[in-house]
Every structure is written in C-alpha cells, then in structure tokens.
C-alpha cells in the first residue's frame, strides 16, 4: 500500500506524541533521582532469615519505603513486619475525636500493610506529636520488644537528626531505634545483620522543597543538618500500583499526604512513579 505525503505527516506526528511523553518522563526521572547511588534488588543479607521490621511513629510514614517493602514482601519467604508507636491520633481532621482517628488510623494501617504484603501490624499507644517528651526507657523497651519477637535480620527506620522532613517524632523514633541497635548489636545471637535508614539524595531534597510546602517549612536550612547521604537505592517502578494502593489506603490523611507527595493523586501511578522510581536508604550497619 502506498504511504500517501498526509499519511507520513501523520504518522510523523503520531510518533512525536508518543516518544516526547516517554522523553520527559526519563528526563524527569534522571533530573530527581540520584544515578549515582547503587541500586539493590532487596536489602536482607545473605545467609539470614528474611524478616525485617520497619519502625515508624505514625500510620502512613511507611510511605517513604513502600515500594521497597512491597519488593522485599514479594521475596520467597520473607516476613515483613512494620510497627508505629503512636495511632496518629494528633492528625488534623476537622470533626473527628482523638479516640475515633486512632481508630480510623489504626483501620488504615492495617489495610495499607495488607496492600504492601506485611506479615505484621503493630501499633502502639504512645502519644502522637508527643514522642520528643515520651518515657525514653519505656520507647525503648518496645522497640527491643519488637526485636525480641520477631526477630529481623533487617531494621528499617527513620534517620535520628531530621526525621526524613524535619518531623520531631520521626526523629525521635530514629533515635530510638539507632540507640536499642547500637546498644544490643553486640550481643550474642542478636538477629540484626543490617540496619537502615530511610532518606532521600540532594536532588529530591532540592525538588521537595520547591513542591512539597511540608519539607519547604519544616526541612532543616542548614545543609550539615539534613538527611544523611544515601548508601543504596531500590527501583520500585514495578511495584508503583501497590505504593499507590498504600497511599490511597491512608483515607484521614489525603491533606497531609498531597502536601509530602505533590501530585501523586493527579497523575497515574504507573507515570508518578516512574519518575520518583527510587527509594533510599543510609546503611548504618
């Protein structure tokens, strides 16, 4: 069949749209996301039971590793377990009682850890946007309880001076659990190979300042104070319908959520997250 001039042009145009949406997401990806930082296909360490334990300080902090959670969940017997001190009780939800959000976001965790493939769902009752002031002794009982019983080769938790965006309970959480490691990873039949914190390479942070008004307010202003380097990466692109599914899950807290992800509502989660394609992790030990 002979190609007519119009049918070229046509063609040619056809061409464009397709290629030019697939050229802006590749270069929006390479523009937010750190090439640099080795890439991993799972985080557990060889020869070792495959539980690990995420440690966090309200329901939907999880989205910062969901991706790779839901990677490692997919991974032949692995056990995830992922554990939060308060209920997110604080939240600002016009119109709700502490006691009905706790519920409510107690409801939700559980339904983003099925989402992610969590084993385990552990929630505590320490005081929501109160962890600074909490019983340090009695924090860090739970946390070397949750080692106690579950017994992760793999810890992952917040970093212990930012708290991903400058949040005083995350940090307070990654000071915890830096501390109970640190103090129990000598000791004999201790379960933790390797412990990790999640955080994010210069070139997120600069993009998340600019979108998010949360890391814009909240973010350290001194580069000495922020986010520790990452160490390793994890690709989640393939994952991104279940880190969608996990945010969705955290009904309460859409506000909060468009604030720290910009845009990840308004575009398909097969786009979003093959631009932000990447989660990072600081390997502390």
């Not at 300080?57 to 056990?79: C, F, K, N, Q, Y």
């Not at 962890?131 to 106690?148: G, H, N, Y």
């Not at 940090?171 to 390797?194: I, S």
């Not at 000495?224 to 989640?236: D, F, H, R, S």
Request: proline share 7%.
């Amino acid at each position: 069949m002979r190609v007519t001039r119009r049918n070229k042009i046509l063609l040619s145009v056809l061409a464009c749209l397709l290629v030019l949406p697939a050229v802006t997401v590749f270069g929006l990806n390479r523009y937010v996301n750190d090439t640099s930082v080795p890439l991993t296909d799972s985080l557990f360490p060889e020869s070792a039971p495959k539980r690990l334990l995420a440690i966090f300080a309200h329901p939907d902090d999880e989205i910062t590793v969901a991706g790779s959670l839901r990677r490692m969940s997919e991974e032949a017997d692995a056990e995830i377990t992922i554990a939060y001190l308060t209920r997110g009780e604080a939240a600002d939800v016009p119109k709700t009682s502490l006691a009905d959000l706790a519920e409510r976001r107690t409801i939700e965790a559980d339904n983003a850890g099925k989402v992610l493939g969590a084993d385990n769902v552990e929630l505590f009752d320490f005081r929501d946007s109160g962890l600074p002031a909490a019983d340090a002794a009695k924090a860090q009982e739970t946390v070397s309880a949750l080692i106690d019983e579950y017994r992760p080769s793999v810890v992952i938790s917040f970093d212990d001076r930012v708290g991903f965006y400058g949040h005083p309970d995350h940090a307070q959480v990654g000071v915890w659990v830096k501390t109970v490691l640190n103090t129990r990873r000598h000791a004999p039949d201790f379960p933790v190979k390797h412990f990790y914190q999640a955080t994010l390479p210069e070139s997120m942070i600069s993009v998340a300042k600019e979108l998010s008004p949360t890391f814009r307010d909240m973010y350290p202003t001194d580069p000495a104070q922020g986010l520790p380097e990452p160490t390793v990466a994890m690709t989640i692109d393939s994952v991104a319908s279940e880190k969608r599914a996990a945010l969705d899950a955290h009904v309460s807290q859409v506000t909060v959520l468009q604030a720290v992800q910009p845009g990840y509502d308004k575009l398909p989660s097969w786009i979003y997250f093959r631009i932000l394609s990447r989660e990072y992790f600081t390997q502390v030990f």
